[in-house]
């Protein structure tokens, strides 16, 4: 089965609402206008339930099917955009500067949209779908807020599945694969403490930026030495402040930086590993160390059944060389991870074709893609909720 037709006929409609999405972009939790449009529209297709404040600024809506009792599935959109000033040019390019929906989380909620029109005009599935607009996925937050509201058991939501745009694979197909499908991403902090002085008296300092120097070089050796070449980890020092002058030895060195791993078990080896050589690096530089580690997303996990249920929707929608079911898996996060170690589920890629990277300022989501998303949830809704024979 190609699109749906319903989904084709409604494609200009999700477009405007999609560009005027763009048009407006908000960030983390303060959703305000974003929420409120979302909360409008469901209301208005008749869905039996529409809750707006579940984890600060998302909403939920639920529709209930008309074949009889059946379970809860929760499907997942993300409302929320980044700090970066738009450069697409495109007529419906942000009107907040330093704004934008560079991640094109505005087409995932668009599309989630207008699935639930479809679906509360069709109803044709047993039991419930939920339809959880999430905030703040770009901060790592948004999912755990909604769950910590009661996300779950409120709506008894039994799988969940959730959707993301990939620019560079082709418009309009899928790729998914089962277990790591994108890296856990935590951070790090690491506050290497010395003794300053005078620049020109090295003796009687204990001079941190020489320490935190070699505490860089040396946490290469992390990916290099410590870890099966067939692992996937990543350990990047991105930031790094210090000093005030050039005849001054600072008392300390900050250093931020990014843990990213595939297997579960490498986030804690390797916080771990980070403060034993920065540790001991300090120390036989005389000085000293502060950490800090926060896993603060965990690797993205797709649970089998589920996998294969996703894979077959979009099968149906884009037909089988439509979808990939080994996918590469991505090194960068993504907080739907939360949802899928709350209840089992399947996150998948969408094909935005040949444009702009993701957080790249020149990044427009592509409409084209709309009537497939649009197809794949409502699909998956009436697979997975098929009334029992
Ligand atoms: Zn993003
Ligand atoms: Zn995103």
Redesign the pocket.
């Known amino acids: 089965m190609p699109v749906l037709n319903r989904a084709a006929e409604l494609h200009g409609e999700v477009t405007a609402w999609r560009r005027h999405l763009h048009s407006l972009p908000e960030i983390g939790f303060e959703l305000d206008r974003t929420a409120t449009f979302v909360a409008e529209r469901l209301r208005e297709f008749g869905c039996d339930d529409v809750v707006t404040g579940i984890g600060q600024s998302g909403v939920v809506a639920v529709i209930r099917g008309s074949k009889g009792d059946g379970p809860a599935i929760g499907l997942r959109a993300?409302m929320d955009a980044?700090p970066i000033v738009e450069t697409s040019g495109v007529e419906h390019s942000s009107k907040v500067s330093g704004t934008m929906h560079?991640?094109?989380?505005d087409g995932h909620t668009a599309m989630l949209l207008g699935a639930a029109k479809h679906l509360a005009e069709t109803r044709n599935f047993a039991g419930s779908s939920v339809l959880i607009f999430q905030p703040a996925?770009?901060i790592g937050r948004g999912a755990n807020a909604m769950i910590d509201d009661g996300l779950m058991h409120r709506f008894g939501i039994e799988r969940v599945f959730g959707m993301?745009n990939m620019p560079g694979l082709k418009e309009g197909s899928f790729a998914i694969r089962p277990d790591g499908i994108m890296a856990s991403s935590s951070r790090f902090t690491l506050i290497v403490k010395g003794v300053g002085g005078h620049a020109a008296r090295p003796q009687s300092v204990v001079d941190p930026i020489v320490i935190a120097a070699q505490i860089i070089e040396a946490l290469q050796v992390i990916v290099s030495r410590n870890t099966d070449p067939l692992q996937a980890v990543v350990v990047s020092v991105t930031k790094v402040s210090a000093g005030t002058a050039f005849n001054i030895i600072p008392e300390q060195v900050e250093l931020l930086g990014t843990v990213r791993t595939l297997d579960p078990a490498l986030v804690g080896v390797t916080r771990d590993r980070i403060e034993h050589i920065a540790r001991s690096i300090a120390e036989a530089g005389g000085g000293s160390i502060e950490y800090d580690f926060d896993a603060a997303v965990p690797v993205t996990l797709n649970h089998a059944e589920e996998t294969v249920l996703a894979a077959d929707v979009a099968a149906d929608i884009a037909g089988e060389a439509g979808i990939d079911r080994a996918a590469e898996p991505v090194m960068?996060g993504?907080d739907f991870s939360q949802m899928l170690r709350a209840r089992p589920g399947a996150f998948i890629f969408i094909g935005n074709g040949d444009t702009a990277g993701?957080?790249h300022p020149a990044y427009d989501f592509n409409d084209a893609i709309i009537p497939q998303g649009m197809s794949y949830w409502v699909r998956l809704v009436e697979t997975a909720l098929a009334p029992r024979a």
Do not use: F, I, R, V
């Not at 560079?102 to 989380?105: D, L, S």
């Open positions: 993300d980044l560079a991640c094109g989380h996925e770009e993301h960068a993504e993701l957080h």
